[in-house]
């Protein structure tokens, strides 16, 4: 999933601390704010801001922040430029990745994720090189927090919403990946079974993981992703990386 696994970037999210707060705030803001001069400010009839609400709740986003977002998309002129990226690069161990985010200057930050890059022995490649390696998915986390007995009947739950494959991480966390347009009747079906949804987004998912088994490549890796992550208009890196569970 994405760079280091959806759950554990949420769950991240749930207790980081102040320094990374304002940044992470400031990433899902131009999310929504993006959403909104897209398709408008009604997240009823608009799935992309309705997503990025989801993100916005499960990092403990105030509604304040949520509500100015929403209202600079409606009617801010100054962010005119704001516009979607999705770059492509390998990274160590030959792990592909395609890094997504919002600029208001793609030329900066171009410059910017190519010296990280090959900073932390990455490579840009071009459009197209490595985009052939994911599908686009809707995802949607579901958790059963600490009754076992729930698995089998949320997998069957899931199935029945439209799942065409189901992961567990940390023994109850269920990843479920559908076809994008199949997502909100998905999350409906799982919330009408009284389903814990923590989030539904859509994200590129490898078609094949590749395994990575040397310590000094995984910290290579991790220092990119992490470096990548820290970038400001950088909002998921999607990896082939085989997840530990």
Do not use: C
């Amino acid at each position: 999933m994405s760079g280091h696994s959806k759950w554990s970037k949420i769950k991240r999210g749930k207790t980081i601390e102040d320094a990374k707060r304002g940044k992470i705030f400031s990433k899902i803001a131009r999310l929504i704010l993006v959403a909104v001069k897209e398709k408008g400010g009604d997240p009823t009839t608009n799935p992309r801001l309705r997503m990025a609400i989801e993100q916005a709740k499960a990092v403990n986003m105030p509604n304040e922040n949520i509500e100015r977002a929403i209202a600079r998309g409606a009617g801010g002129a100054e962010d005119a430029k704001m516009e979607d990226f999705l770059y492509e690069a390998y990274g160590p161990g030959g792990i592909a990745l395609l890094i997504e985010g919002i600029t208001d200057n793609k030329n900066r930050t171009l410059g910017e994720i190519r010296n990280i890059l090959s900073k932390n022995s990455g490579k840009f490649v071009e459009s197209g090189g490595v985009s052939y390696l994911f599908q686009k998915k809707g995802v949607i986390l579901v958790n059963i927090g600490s009754s076992p007995a729930d698995r089998e009947a949320l997998e069957l739950s899931a199935i029945d919403a439209g799942a065409e494959d189901i992961k567990w991480r940390d023994n109850n966390i269920l990843e479920i990946y559908m076809q994008p347009e199949a997502i909100d009747k998905a999350k409906q079906a799982l919330e009408e079974n009284q389903a814990q949804i923590e989030s539904s987004s859509l994200a590129w998912v490898p078609i094949t993981e590749i395994e990575i088994a040397g310590q000094k490549t995984k910290d290579q890796i991790t220092k990119l992703l992490d470096a990548l992550e820290e970038q400001d208009d950088v909002n998921e890196i999607y990896s082939n990386l085989k997840l530990e569970s």
